[in-house]
């Protein structure tokens, strides 16, 4: 009986310490509308398109011209609701963050004004995964 009681304990214990507390994006390069492109193709010839906004973060993959018609993840959307997906990883820190999905686990880091880093590893068949792809940003003005 003791054994049963010790043992349901340590499984509370453990679900409350999985409970993770989600941040919503705080760096002005992953809020102020930038788009980011892959230096390199990551997937046979496309590219990595990371799209920001003050209400959106999306990973997609398109052209080396355009973004359109690629296919990809929103990894944070406050309009519709999928914002329990990201958190910052240190709070001291606000450059890089971790975010998953049911499609998608990584993580975003902004090198600089200019340049953003994208960890990805898909969660579902193919099972791909990009170890790491630059992101330089193609708005007219970067970040100030």
Excluded: H
């Excluded at 499609?103 to 791909?128: A, H």
């Amino acid at each position: 009986m003791k054994k049963t009681i010790i043992l349901i304990t340590l499984f509370i214990i453990f679900l409350i310490s999985c409970t993770v507390t989600t941040t919503a994006p705080e760096n002005p390069s992953l809020i102020n509308g930038n788009t980011y492109k892959s230096s390199f193709p990551v997937l046979g010839e496309a590219y990595l398109w990371v799209t920001t906004s003050a209400n959106t973060i999306s990973l997609n993959f398109g052209s080396k011209d355009a973004q359109a018609g690629g296919t990809g993840e929103i990894i944070y959307d406050t309009t519709t609701g999928i914002t329990n997906t990201i958190s910052s990883t240190d709070k001291n820190n606000t450059n890089t963050y971790a975010f998953q999905t049911g499609t998608i686990t990584g993580s975003l880091e902004v090198l600089d004004d200019t340049r953003i880093k994208v960890y990805f590893t898909q969660n579902v068949t193919p099972y791909i995964k990009i170890m790491e792809a630059v992101c330089e940003n193609t708005t007219a003005t970067a970040v100030p």
